[in-house]
């Protein structure tokens, strides 16, 4: 293994203009890769610690003291050395942070490193990203859960939940899903325009109307399908991250502008599952109510896709504990929550053998990196959130699947609802 012989770290801006960690590296006689980290909203409290200046220099939000740990302390203890793999690297700059949520040297600043030496870990053996990333895998196009309306705290517009998605999944490739995404979404900004409705656009490029009603939101995108030429719960499904941490406060949660007691709002989502071909809620209830989870989970876990991601956090030892209480069935999975690449693949390893399945995800303050797309497909997901088809910062994601759907050609599988936990 040749030794790494450039690193260099800098501040650039997400898709936000909040600043975030960008590192140049290569291996000895290899070219230079580089890679971003993205950073989250609505995070949850168990995730890795994003280091952050808490200056009067961006409002507080600057990088430099996750660059410097970079630039002056991983450098000096990563130049010259050779490492076996993404294991042994990223196993080097946890023991160099040596706290349990890598708040010394910062997750932004540890992941930053681990995204540029996975990549060049492809380019030494001359693959594709996604053909590096994953052992043994059966690739596969992932399914995406578009977000195309924007609420909570991805949009200033009173809706209480945060994403309402669109899950294409009925069509025979990536591409196909993709195409009628758009349309759908096309379609909706008419419906919007012609109700007077802001088709301004939030966080994840999802349209942030200022609604009257969470049920509001599904009809406008069920009318959106109908007018595109599509089925509801045949070609196009949806899907609801909730994010309900957000909402809940002196035990009660914040609903349609009414504060819900937990068995409520369980009989909101039974509703709702009901009424809609809901297929994925992500976040329905608080990251620690376990219990109340468990009991969601006894109710409609047959039904529908219950993901955690405030719950689970990437986290091994959260996700045991989910799979020991029963609570929920799929785990979000976001890089930067846990704070390396090796660690984030054990993460999904462990989904996997439980039988929980796992969508890769971007997070609200995203960049042009593309890297979610082939981990994606090299985990065999078969979903991906990477937010609405506008917004270059998410259409990225969209276009590396693409590319890999091109580069595969007639090997190429698309997942449609084969991994959603669902019974069809």
């Known amino acids: 293994m040749p030794k790494i012989s450039y690193i260099r770290a800098r501040q650039i801006l997400d898709s936000r203009g909040t600043p975030t960690v960008e590192v140049d590296m290569a291996l000895e006689g290899q070219k230079l890769v580089r890679s971003s980290v993205p950073s989250g909203a609505s995070t949850g409290s168990y995730e890795a610690v994003e280091l952050r200046d808490n200056t009067a220099d961006f409002l507080g939000k600057g990088v430099s003291k996750a660059v410097e740990n970079i630039n002056k302390i991983i450098a000096n203890h990563i130049i010259n050395s050779e490492f076996e793999g993404i294991i042994d690297f990223d196993k080097k700059l946890t023991n160099l942070d040596s706290t349990s949520n890598k708040s010394k040297l ?6 930053a490193c681990s995204l540029s030496f996975t990549k060049c870990l492809a380019q030494l053996n001359n693959k594709e990203l996604f053909q590096s990333l994953y052992e043994n895998s059966e690739y596969l196009l992932p399914t995406p859960l578009m977000n195309i309306i924007n609420g909570g705290a991805h949009a200033n517009n009173g809706l209480d939940i945060q994403e309402f998605m669109i899950v294409p999944a009925g069509f025979g490739s990536f591409s196909e899903s993709l195409r009628a995404g758009v349309e759908i979404f096309m379609n909706l900004k008419k419906i919007l325009n012609n109700k007077n409705y802001s088709t301004a656009v939030g966080d994840e490029g999802g349209f942030a109307p200022d609604l009257k009603s969470n049920e509001e ?4 995108i069920c009318e959106a399908i109908e007018k595109a030429g599509y089925k509801i719960g045949k070609d196009i499904f949806l899907a609801l991250d909730v994010a309900a941490t957000e909402l809940f406060s002196d035990n009660k949660y914040s609903y349609n502008s009414k504060k819900l007691a937990t068995n409520e709002l369980i009989e909101v989502y039974e509703k709702l599952v009901n009424e809609y071909p809901i297929i994925s809620i992500e976040d329905p209830l608080d990251e620690d109510d376990w219990d109340a989870w468990s009991l969601l989970t006894s109710k409609i876990g047959s039904k529908v896709q219950l993901v955690g991601d405030d719950l689970f956090v990437t986290n091994i030892e959260r996700l045991k504990k989910g799979i020991d209480n029963k609570a929920g069935n799929s785990i979000l999975v976001k890089i930067n929550q846990i704070g390396s690449i090796s660690e984030t693949i054990d993460a999904i390893n462990l989904a996997k053998k439980n039988h929980f399945s796992y969508i890769i995800s971007h997070r609200s303050g995203e960049t042009e990196d593309s890297f979610i ?29 693409l590319r890999i759907e091109d580069l595969l050609g007639s090997d190429s599988k698309f997942a449609g609802l084969s991994t959603f936990k669902i019974k069809t």
């Open 106 to 111: 910062g997750a932004n600043a540890i992941l």
């Open 217 to 220: 939101a599904l009809d406008l």
């Open 373 to 401: 797309a082939d981990l994606a497909v090299a985990t065999g997901s078969g979903q991906i959130k990477t937010g609405s088809c506008s917004r270059t910062d998410r259409t990225s994601k969209y276009n590396q699947l």
